[in-house]
């Protein structure tokens, strides 16, 4: 079966300091990866996605970036994080293949930033 | 493009009562809905999706949805509300780019069952 993990699940920073967050998903090749965010009371905002190793789609400009260095790998990382950076991050996945149209993102547990 | 929208931000019920939560969508073409839940700090778990096959579709945990092309509308019920049921629900549009589901997310509901 297939499972997703992201780390560290809790995290506080201080504003500027860098960031990386990591997921990884296991029983599956070739996935479609999506990062998003939440902040404290909206809803889920998505932030990247990937449909494989290297090729990254931003939705949003920001001071964040991605990478998917491997196949079921992938980062969210910045080099001067802000206030309004900090709230709940999501990694998701799903399959690829065509007619992905009713294909279900399988979310990980989150990782909660809080930037001071 | 797609679009969905909850009208609720908050629900409250008694335990035992009927849940009913409330999405509406905006789609250009036939649209594939999601519900998922939300248990504070955790991700996001599938509840139930509609794909075209039945209008009425059954998920877990008891929840269902009926999808309504005349009311643009798929709405979440529980005939019986428990009190694990309190959570946040998240109603999803997916459109599809290129092999790549893209998902519009609706701003939440949150659940709050009484006892």
């Known amino acids: 079966s297939q499972t997703i993990h992201q780390w560290p699940a809790t995290l506080v920073q201080p504003v500027g300091s860098p960031l990386s967050l990591e997921c990884t998903v296991e029983?599956?090749?070739?996935?479609?990866l999506y990062w998003y965010r939440q902040a404290a009371g909206r809803g889920l905002q998505l932030l990247f996605y990937s449909v494989g190793i290297g090729q990254i789609s931003s939705e949003v400009p920001q001071n964040l970036s991605a990478s998917r260095p491997q196949d079921r790998q992938f980062i969210l990382s910045s080099k001067k994080l802000l206030l309004s950076d900090s709230g709940f991050y999501l990694c998701?996945?799903?399959?690829?293949?065509?007619?992905?149209?009713?294909?279900?993102?399988?979310f990980g547990p989150g990782t909660r930033l809080t930037v001071l | 493009a797609q679009s969905v929208t909850q009208l609720g931000s908050h629900v409250s019920v008694s335990e035992g009562a009927l849940v009913l939560l409330r999405c509406n969508y905006s789609?250009?073409?036939?649209?594939?809905l999601f519900w998922y839940v939300q248990y504070p700090n955790q991700g996001l778990q599938l509840l139930l999706k509609y794909t075209s096959a039945a209008t009425l579709v059954k998920g877990i945990n008891g929840f269902e949805a009926e999808f309504k092309k005349s009311e643009t509308s798929f709405h979440l019920t529980k005939p019986s509300a428990h009190m694990s049921d309190a959570a946040e629900y998240f109603c999803a549009v997916s459109d599809d780019i290129y092999n790549f589901n893209k998902f519009y997310f609706g701003s939440g509901t949150k659940l709050n069952v009484k006892p």
């Open positions: 998701a996945w799903s399959v690829q293949r065509e007619l992905s149209l009713y294909n279900e993102q399988f």
């Open positions: 029983g599956t090749s070739n996935p479609n």
């Open positions: 789609s250009s073409v036939p649209p594939y």
